[in-house]
C-alpha cells in the first residue's frame, strides 16, 4: 500500500459547530484541525492550555476552552460556549491505566481513568445532546479503542472504561436514533499520540499482553484516526448509526 495522504474536503463542515475534547494533542488535535479546515467552527477543549492556543492560533475556526470533562463546572463552560447549536460532537479525551490486572488495581488508578475516559464522556455528552435534541439532527463520535474489543490490550481500568465507552455508544444510539442524532465510536489500536504512561507499570499485566502487543500492526497516525472520525461525524455517514468501528489497521481480526 503507497503512503497515505490526507485529502482535506472543502466545505463539509461549512456551517457547523463540533465539540472536540483532548483537542491540545494526538487525535483530539488532528479532529479539531481537520475539522476547521473543512469549514468547521470547532469548539476545542483541553487542560494544556499552551498547546490548544497555538492549535487556535494555527487554525483558523478553532475556538479554544480550557477545562477538564471531569469537571462539572468545566463541562458547563464547554457547553456555554459551544452555545444553543451543536451540529457534532467528538470526545476523544482519554487517559492510559498501568496495564494492572483487577487483583493489583489500585483505588486511585481505576477512578482516574474512569472519571476521565467514561464519566467525562457521559457528562458533556449529557450536557451536549439536548441542544441536538431541539434540532432534530447531531452526530456523536465516541473514542473508544483495542481494549473496547478484547481483553489483552490493556489493564482492568482501561478495559472495562473503554468497553463502557461501547455501551454509552449503542445506548444513546438506540436512544436518539429516531430524533435524528448519530452515535457512532471508533476503536484505535496503536496510534502515534505521545499518549502518557503510569511511571510506573504492572509487571504482571506486561507479561500477559506483552506477547499479543506484539502483533500489532504499523502505528497509525492522529491524521489517520482523525480522516475515520470527521468521517463519522459528517453528513457522508448518514446511514451509520450504533457503528462500533475497528480502527486498528486490522488487528482485530487477527
Known sequence: MGEWVERIAEGRFSGRSVVVTGAASGIGRAT???????????IATDLVEGALGELAEEVPGI?????????ADDVARVAERAGERVDGL?????????????????DEVWERV????????????????PAMLAAGRGSIVNVASEAALRGNAAGVAYTAAKHAIVGITRSSAFMYGDRGIRVNAVAPGGVATGIQLPSE???FGMGRTGPFMGT????????????????LLSDDAVNLNGVV??????WSVQ
Open 201 to 203: 507499570i504492572s509487571e
Open 32 to 42: 479539531a484541525s481537520r475539522i476547521a479546515r473543512e469549514g468547521g467552527r470547532v
Open 245 to 250: 468501528a475497528p480502527t486498528d489497521g486490522g
Open 216 to 231: 500489532m500492526p504499523p502505528v497509525a497516525t492522529a491524521e489517520m484516526q482523525a480522516a475515520a472520525i470527521c468521517f
Open 114 to 129: 474512569f472519571r476521565i475516559d467514561v464519566d467525562g464522556v457521559m457528562r458533556l455528552t449529557r450536557a451536549i445532546v
Open 63 to 71: 475556538e479554544p476552552v480550557v477545562g477538564d470533562i471531569s469537571s
Open 90 to 106: 467528538a470526545n476523544i479525551a482519554g487517559v492510559m491505566d498501568d496495564f494492572s490486572p483487577v487483583h493489583e488495581i489500585s
